[in-house]
C-alpha cells in the first residue's frame, strides 16, 4: 500500500504541471473536450496486482478501450475500472511516458522487459500512440544485433532444421557483418 | 506482492502478440535487420522475406531510380529462374541472365542484364521484392533507367556500386561502352516514359506546345541508334512579334537548344507540329517526340545540374572573332609557294649557334641530306635519353624555347631548347602520360594521362602540378589547347568522349562522343577540332560542337592526326597510310601508302609546306606530298610514337619508344 501512497503523490505533483499545459493548449483551442467536465478530473484503474490508482482523465483518454466506457457510462468519481493485464508499475510506466510527451530519452531508461510489458499494455488497453512510440523504441533496440539477441529478447524458439540453418548462413552474409555486441 | 507476481509472468514472447503488433516492429526495421530477423525462426523468416516490409525499402532507397520497366525485368528474371532454364542448362557457363529484348533486329535493345544469376536460386526466386532488393544493393542487376550527362539524358543500363554509393552506366549504343563509372544518385533517374530507346515517343502535347514550355526531345544522330532525350526549350518563330505572340497557332515548332550560341545554326531547329513520327534536317541528326515538361521539379533538376551548360552561350559569345574558313584558305595559296619561305639562313644561323654549344651529353649530329627539295638540309640536331621508358609524346612551346615528352614514366621532361638543360615535373600521374601540350604563348603545359586525368603544369616550376581536371571516366588519350582562346582546352578519352575545359572551372563545361586517339584544333583560326576515333577522323564546330565532316578512307586505326600550320589541311596516320586531307573541299588530296615498317606518326616541315615528315618504325620519312617522293631517314632504335615542331626555330623533334627524344633540322 505503500506504493500506492507513493504513486499518487507522484500524480498529484505531475497535476500541477498537467494544468499548465492544459491551460497552454486550450489557448490553440481544445476542440477534444468532450460533452463531460474533464477538469481535475479523475479516473480509479485497478491494476492487475490489485491497486487501485487514480489516473488523469488526459491520460484514460488515450486508452481506447476505457474511453469507450466512459462514452457510454454516465461516469462518476466512485467508478472503478480493473485493467487485470496491466500492473501498477507498468501503469505508472505509462503515466511517465504519457506525460513526457513520448520523449525517446525515457524509453531509454526501459528494460528489455519493461518495453515487452508496456507494449502489450499498450496493445491491450488500444493506446494507440503509445503503441507506434514502443513498436519504434524495441526495434530501436533489435537494430543491429544478433540472432541470438533476438530470440532472447522476444523469446524466441530456433526451429530450423539444422540444414534450414546451414542453408541461412550461406545466404545474404552481408547481413551478419558488423553486427553490435549483445 | 509485486515481485512474486513478475515472477509468475511467463516470458513474453513477441509471437503471443497480434499480428499487427509484430508486423508494425518489422516495418521499422532496416534491410539489414529484417534480414537477420528471418534467420530467428521458420515465422519470421516467413514474414521477414515477404514482398510486404521489401517494398517499402525498395521504393524508399530505389523509387527515384527504377520505374515500372524494372519491375517487369525483373519478373523476367525470376521467370526464368522459375523456369530452371538457365540452371539446368549444363552446355553453357554462363552466371548472368539476359532480360528481355525490344525492338526490330538489328536495332535490338536489351532490356536488362543480371550478372548472377545465383541470387535467384532456390527459394529466393519467390521473394520478388526481396532478391530485387538483393540484386540492386549488391550490384548484380543492371536496370534500366536513364542517366544526364551535359544537356541530354541517355537510355542506359545502370548498376550501383555499394562501396561508393554511386552508380556505372552502359550506354545502349556503341556496344555497351561504359557511359561512366561514379554517377552520383542526383544524375540517375527512372525512365520519364515507358517508350522503348528505339520508339518515337508519341507525344501529346505538341499542339499545346507554346514558346518557353521546357522540353525533351528524342534525338538520334542516325536511323541506327537508339533515342535519347535532350533538354530544349520551345521559341519563337523569326517572324513573330512578340509582343502579340501566335506562335504556338503555327504549324511550325521551334525548337531551342540554349546551349548553343545564339548565331549558332545548331540553336534553333522547325519542326512541323502536327507530324507524329520522325522528323530530319539531314545535317542534324533525326527528332523523334517531344515530352513538355509540366512538373516544376523537373525543370528545376535541369537547372540545377547544368547551370554551367544552360549558361554556356554567355561564356562562347567571345569566340566569334575567329575569322571565317574562307579567310585561312586564301592565305594558304599565298603560302603555297616556296618563295615566301626566303628568311631560311637566318633560321640556319640559329642552328650554328645552338650546335657550338656542344654540350656532348647524347647530342650526337649527324646530317642527311635530300634531294627532294633545292637546297634542303635534314640532319640531326641533338637528343636526349633522360626516361626509363617509353616516350609516347612531345610538344614545343609557342616560342619555340621549350621541348617537353612524356611517356611510360608518368612524368613530363621538359628541355631547354638554348640551354639543353632538362627538369621534370613530379610524377603525380598515376599511370602513362599519353599526350603533353603546351598552352599558346606560356610556359603552361597540360599533361593528358591513363589514370583519366588531366593536369596543368608550369615548366617554370615543374615540381606540382598546377590543376587536376578529373571527369573523364576512362583513360584520357590526349589533349589539346585552343589557339587562341587560350583559356580552353579539350581532351578525348579511350572511350570516344571529348570533354571541353575552361581552365579556370574544374569541370568540364562540354561533352560529346567522337574521339578516342587524338584531339587537335585547327591552328591559327581554332574554328575546328580535329578528333581521331577508330578508322575515322571527324571535324566538329569548336562553337556548337556538332560533327561537320568525317573523313573515311583509312582501313586502320588511326593514330596520329596533325594541321598544317595554316589549319587547311589535316594528315591521319594509320599503320598502311598516309592521307592528306583538304578541308575546304572534304577530300584526300595526297595518300601514301606504307611499303616498308608501319607508319606511326606524322608532322608538318615547319618551313617547307610540300614536305610531311612521317615517324615509321626506327626511321623518319620525308615525304614530299606533291612530287610524290620519299626520302628515309634512320632515326631511332625503335617506333617513333610521335612528332613535333616549331615553326619559330624550324626545329622538329621525335619521341620514340625506344626511350630517347631527338631534334631535327
Known amino acids: 500500500m505503500a506504493e500506492r501512497g507513493e504513486s499518487s503523490e507522484a500524480v498529484m505533483l505531475k497535476k500541477t504541471e498537467e494544468e499548465k499545459l492544459r491551460k497552454g493548449k486550450m489557448i490553440v483551442g481544445d476542440e477534444s473536450k468532450a460533452g463531460y467536465e474533464e477538469e481535475g478530473k479523475k479516473v480509479k484503474l485497478v491494476t492487475s496486482d490489485g491497486v487501485t490508482m487514480e489516473v488523469e482523465i488526459s491520460i484514460v483518454k488515450e486508452m481506447e478501450i476505457i474511453q469507450t466506457f466512459i462514452g457510454a457510462t454516465d461516469t462518476d468519481d466512485s467508478f472503478i475500472f480493473p485493467i487485470s493485464n496491466v500492473s501498477s508499475h ?52 533489435i537494430q543491429n544485433k544478433s540472432v541470438e539477441f533476438v530470440r532472447d529478447f522476444f523469446g524466441i524458439v ?25 | 506482492m509485486e515481485k512474486s507476481i513478475k515472477l509468475n509472468l511467463p516470458p513474453i514472447s513477441l509471437l503471443d502478440l497480434p499480428e499487427s503488433t509484430l508486423d508494425f516492429i518489422l516495418k521499422c526495421l532496416s534491410p539489414m535487420d529484417l534480414c537477420r530477423m528471418s534467420k530467428v525462426c521458420v515465422l519470421l523468416k516467413g514474414k521477414c522475406e515477404s514482398d510486404e516490409f521489401w517494398e517499402n525499402h525498395i521504393k524508399e532507397k530505389w523509387g527515384r531510380v527504377i520505374g515500372d520497366a524494372v519491375y517487369k525485368e525483373w519478373e523476367w528474371h525470376i521467370a526464368i529462374a522459375k523456369d530452371g532454364v538457365l540452371l539446368n542448362n549444363q552446355h553453357t557457363n554462363q552466371t548472368g541472365s539476359m532480360g528481355s529484348f525490344s525492338g526490330v533486329w538489328p536495332n535490338l535493345c536489351l532490356g536488362s542484364y543480371l550478372e548472377h544469376f545465383k541470387l535467384l536460386n532456390g527459394k ?3 521473394n520478388f521484392m526481396m532478391s530485387l532488393y538483393f540484386s540492386l544493393e549488391t550490384g548484380s542487376f543492371w536496370f534500366p ?6 544537356l541530354v539524358i541517355y537510355n542506359a543500363l545502370v548498376k550501383y556500386d555499394s562501396q561508393s554509393n554511386t552508380f556505372q552506366a552502359r550506354y545502349q549504343n556503341r556496344d555497351w561502352g561504359f557511359l561512366g563509372r561514379n554517377i552520383e544518385w542526383d544524375m540517375v533517374r527512372a525512365p520519364a516514359v515507358d517508350t522503348p530507346p528505339y520508339v518515337v515517343h508519341v507525344s501529346h502535347c505538341s499542339h499545346n506546345l507554346k514558346p518557353e514550355d521546357h522540353v525533351e526531345i528524342q534525338w538520334r544522330p542516325d ?48 519542326l512541323c507540329r502536327k507530324k507524329n513520327e520522325e522528323q530530319s534536317d539531314q545535317i542534324e541528326g533525326y527528332y523523334g517526340g517531344i515530352r513538355k515538361l509540366e512538373n516544376e521539379d523537373e525543370i528545376e533538376t535541369w537547372k540545377r545540374l547544368f547551370p554551367l551548360q544552360i549558361q554556356f552561350q554567355d561564356d562562347m559569345e567571345d569566340f566569334d572573332d575567329v575569322g571565317s574558313l574562307e579567310d585561312s584558305v586564301e592565305s594558304f ?31 650526337n649530329p649527324s646530317e642527311h641530306h635530300t634531294d627532294a627539295s633545292q637546297g634542303f638540309t635534314f640532319g640531326e640536331v641533338g637528343s636526349m635519353r633522360n626516361s626509363n621508358s617509353k616516350v609516347v609524346c612531345c610538344h614545343f ?101 571529348i570533354r571541353f575545359w575552361n581552365i579556370n572551372q574544374y569541370s568540364s563545361i562540354q561533352g560529346f562522343k567522337g574521339g578516342s586517339t587524338q584531339v587537335r584544333f585547327q591552328p591559327r583560326v581554332g574554328h575546328l577540332l580535329a578528333a581521331a576515333s577508330g578508322s575515322f577522323v571527324s571535324l566538329f564546330d569548336v562553337e556548337t560542337c556538332m560533327q561537320m565532316h568525317t573523313f573515311q578512307g583509312h582501313s586502320a586505326e588511326v593514330h596520329f592526326v596533325c594541321w598544317d600550320p595554316n589549319g587547311d589541311y589535316l594528315a591521319s596516320v594509320s599503320e598502311e597510310c598516309v592521307k592528306v586531307w583538304s578541308i575546304a573541299s572534304g577530300e584526300c588530296i595526297h595518300e601514301l601508302n606504307c611499303n616498308g615498317e608501319a607508319f606511326r ?40 610514337s610521335a612528332l613535333a615542331q616549331s615553326p619559330v626555330t624550324g626545329m622538329i623533334a621525335s619521341a620514340s619508344h625506344d626511350k630517347s627524344v631527338k631534334i631535327w633540322k
Open chain 2, 223 to 270: 536511323t541506327q541508334s537508339p533515342y535519347d532525350w535532350w533538354y530544349a526549350v520551345i521559341g519563337h518563330l523569326d517572324s513573330c512579334n512578340q509582343n502579340c505572340c501566335r506562335c504556338h497557332y503555327s504549324d511550325t515548332l521551334i525548337v531551342e537548344f540554349r546551349q548553343y550560341p545564339e548565331e549558332s545554326d545548331s540553336r534553333r531547329i522547325k
Open chain 2, 601 to 640: 606518326s606524322c608532322v608538318f616541315h615547319p618551313i617547307y609546306s610540300t614536305l610531311l615528315v612521317i615517324g615509321a618504325y626506327q626511321s623518319l620519312e620525308l615525304w614530299n606530298m606533291v612530287e610524290n617522293k620519299i626520302m628515309t631517314i634512320p632515326a631511332h632504335e625503335c617506333v617513333i
Open chain 2, 145 to 150: 533507367a536513364q542517366v544526364y550527362k551535359e
Open chain 1, 158 to 182: 530456433n526451429d530450423f532444421t539444422e540444414e534450414e540453418e546451414a542453408e541461412l548462413r550461406k545466404t545474404n552474409a552481408w547481413a551478419f557483418e558488423g553486427v553490435d555486441e549483445d
Open chain 1, 90 to 141: 507498468i501503469l505508472n510506466q505509462i503515466i511517465e511516458l504519457v506525460k513526457g510527451e513520448y520523449d525517446q530519452e525515457l524509453a531509454k531508461k526501459l528494460s528489455h522487459d519493461e518495453l515487452k510489458e508496456i507494449l502489450v499494455a499498450a496493445n491491450y488497453l488500444n493506446m494507440k500512440t503509445l503503441f507506434h512510440f514502443i513498436a519504434t523504441a524495441i526495434a530501436n533496440v
Open chain 2, 397 to 497: 612551346s609557342s616560342d619555340g624555347k621549350l621541348l617537353a615528352s612524356a611517356g611510360n614514366d608518368k612524368k613530363v621532361v621538359v628541355w631547354n631548347m638554348e640551354t639543353l638543360q632538362t627538369e621534370s615535373t613530379a610524377e603525380e600521374h598515376s599511370l602513362t602520360v599519353t599526350d603533353v601540350r603546351f598552352r599558346p604563348n606560356s610556359t603552361q603545359l597540360a599533361t593528358s594521362s591513363s589514370d583519366s586525368t588531366v593536369r596543368l603544369w608550369d615548366a617554370a616550376d615543374p615540381l606540382f602540378s598546377l590543376q587536376v581536371h578529373i571527369g573523364h571516366t576512362s583513360h584520357v588519350a590526349s589533349l589539346d589547347f585552343h589557339p587562341t582562346k587560350n583559356d580552353l582546352f579539350c581532351s578525348c578519352d579511350d572511350i570516344n568522349e
Open chain 2, 333 to 363: 595559296h599565298s603560302h603555297d609557294d616556296m618563295e615566301h619561305f626566303g628568311d631560311v639562313d637566318s633560321l640556319d644561323d640559329n642552328v650554328e649557334s645552338f650546335l657550338s654549344q656542344d654540350d656532348g651529353d647524347g647530342t
Open chain 2, 124 to 126: 529466393n526466386s519467390n
